[in-house]
């Protein structure tokens, strides 16, 4: 690769500038390129006036990165075709293009067309325009002025342009197409199929890729009569950067969202994606590692199984690049291409509980619900804006079905002992699980719960996340009886127990026990004190008292009947 840098006009990675063009043909560049107008990554201002000829351009490519402010294009910037006119056939643009500043007439191929020029069989897939303002801008070409368009493609997705082909001008011909889903784009993809009107003998096809020119993808094989140094060089560069430049994020779709406007871009990130990589998994992928804006704790992204798999964890700006190494005859050259990925959304349900039967558990009180854009997250490292969690209309609590989540039913998910929390939600407004300090009521011990919580986006998508919530079961033991076991009679369980009175008091016959002699009792000992309504104690004394009192009754009886006779 090289870099270039212009403080003038007409730039670009392989002729700058040309008025009297001649057919290119079996080329590419890979390039970084600052100027100001009439800048391009691969051709910088192009015309044949006065060539008198009718030049093609053909089989070619580019990737690396163009940055202007006026007519900027990732293939080229401005082309102007006279007399019998210009043809650009076969040939694409990965290269990212005007991404630094605000700018106009800019293009992720050509940033503006003029005269009697014919596109035939091209595409463009690279991020396009800055944050701010652009004006005239478009997924294949800025500003069409006559030229004419015939089976050439964007990609949506990572052009970051959605429906927007052309920023001024007539379109026809020009068709804006999903990385990696038929959906909306009348059964055809950008990667892994044969586009319409390409020609199998020019074009490679290879699934999770874009299409390749079979002239460098297969740059290995016996094309080439020339087996010099130089020409081995050129050879494993054309096949390192081929493979590099139509490596991609495989970003949603959203299939299940019937809405053909509903998807996600490297500008709007809502799910995880999949990076691609050919059949000989010889692409490598790699990111920054920057750390999130709103939550500076988390990487924005985490690279799995060198980069096959990705996770978003919070939103911010990252760059991931896709790396390939093409050897051939001992030869080796390894190719980068630069992708800039942009995760404005994050759902985030918060880390697994577990709590004891009876206690209560605020279920919201972890859940981080972040919205924004782009442009927002850039004007928040400069410090302009900041960003702040969203909270309200759009979030939910629901029961994932397996499916796009539907706000009418509430199914519950059931594996072993897991069980949805979709009870305590099912006839309240779902919305206030968000605004209000809400509790959830432990009543369930020893089952685990899965709470899911999804957030509903204005165009059909949503973003979900769930935690488990561990009850605990009641591990409380009933407190055992010291009281000895009579196991001569059964107890009396009609009548409350006691400890401080004898048993069976209702037998008077039985003989009392006692812990002490018997004798006076003393009323200075507590224990000693007769409780009141201690009815069997009061019984014996009036007994002795009566029979004393008839002994002394009959004793003095006697005595009189004595005295008598005397």
Request: charge should be negative; charged fraction near 20%; proline fraction near 5%.
């Amino acid at each position: 690769g090289c870099t270039i840098i212009s403080s003038g006009y007409h730039s670009a990675g392989f002729i700058s500038c040309t008025d009297f063009l001649v057919s290119i043909k079996n080329c590419f560049s890979n390039c970084e390129v600052y100027g100001t107008k009439e800048t391009g990554a691969f051709l910088g201002y192009t015309t044949n006036n006065g060539s008198g000829g009718a030049p093609v351009i053909e089989n070619c490519f580019a990737l690396g990165r163009v940055e202007g402010v006026e007519n900027i294009g990732g293939f080229c910037p401005v082309i102007q075709g006279t007399g019998n006119g210009i043809t650009v056939r076969n040939c694409y643009s990965s290269a990212i293009v005007g991404m630094r500043n605000g700018g106009t007439s800019i293009g992720s191929f050509v940033g503006n067309a003029s005269g009697k020029v014919a596109f035939n069989s091209c595409y463009a897939v690279g991020e396009v325009g800055g944050l701010e303002s652009n004006t005239n801008i478009g997924g294949f070409i800025g500003v069409n002025d006559g030229a004419t368009f015939q089976n050439c493609y964007y990609d949506k997705q990572t052009t970051a342009m959605r429906e927007v082909a052309i920023g001024l001008g007539d379109a026809t011909g020009i068709t804006g197409l999903l990385t990696n889903s038929k959906k909306g784009g009348d059964g055809n993809k950008m990667t892994g199929s044969v586009l319409p009107g390409f020609d199998q003998a020019v074009w490679k096809f290879e699934d999770q890729l874009y299409p390749q020119l079979h002239i460098f993808a297969d740059a290995g094989n016996a094309v080439f009569a020339d087996n010099t140094m130089n020409a081995l060089l050129n050879r494993s560069s054309g096949a390192a950067y081929s493979a590099a430049s139509v490596a991609t994020p495989l970003l949603a779709p959203w299939e299940n969202v019937p809405v053909d406007t509903a998807y996600d871009t490297v500008r709007d990130i809502t799910l995880d994606f999949p990076l691609s990589h050919n059949s000989d998994h010889v692409i490598r992928w790699s990111n920054e590692g920057n750390k999130g804006i709103v939550e500076p704790s988390k990487p924005i992204l985490t690279l799995y199984d060198d980069g096959f798999k990705e996770q978003v964890n919070t939103v911010g700006i990252e760059w991931v690049y896709a790396t390939h190494t093409a050897t051939i005859s001992g030869v080796s050259v390894t190719a980068v291409r630069p992708l800039r990925v942009i995760p404005t959304r994050s759902l985030y349900a918060g880390p697994d509980e577990t709590r004891n039967t009876g206690e209560t558990y605020n279920n919201w009180q972890d859940v981080i619900l972040i919205d924004s854009t782009a442009l927002g997250l850039s004007r928040h490292i400069q410090q302009v804006e900041s960003i702040v969690p969203k909270t309200g209309e759009d979030a939910r609590v629901l029961v994932e079905n397996g499916q796009a989540p539907s706000y009418t039913t509430n199914s519950p998910w059931i594996e072993d002992q897991r069980q949805v929390v979709y009870d305590y939600f099912a006839s309240a407004d779902v919305k206030n699980i968000f605004n209000a300090n809400k509790s959830i009521p432990l009543t369930y011990g020893g089952k685990t719960f899965n709470i899911n919580y999804s957030w509903l986006l204005t165009d059909g998508r949503f973003l979900t996340d769930d935690k488990l919530l561990t009850v605990n079961a009641d591990t409380t033991e009933p407190v055992e009886s010291t009281e000895p076991q009579d196991t001569d009679e059964p107890k009396n369980t009609d009548e409350p127990k006691n400890t401080d009175e004898p048993k069976n008091t209702e037998k008077p016959t039985d003989p009392v026990p006692t812990d002490k002699p018997l004798g006076p009792v003393d009323p200075t000992e507590p224990n000693n004190v007769p409780k009141t309504g201690d009815s069997s104690t009061g019984i014996m004394y009036a007994a002795i008292l009566t029979l004393l009192f008839s002994i002394l009754g009959i004793f003095c009886i006697i005595l009189a009947k004595r005295r008598a006779r005397k």
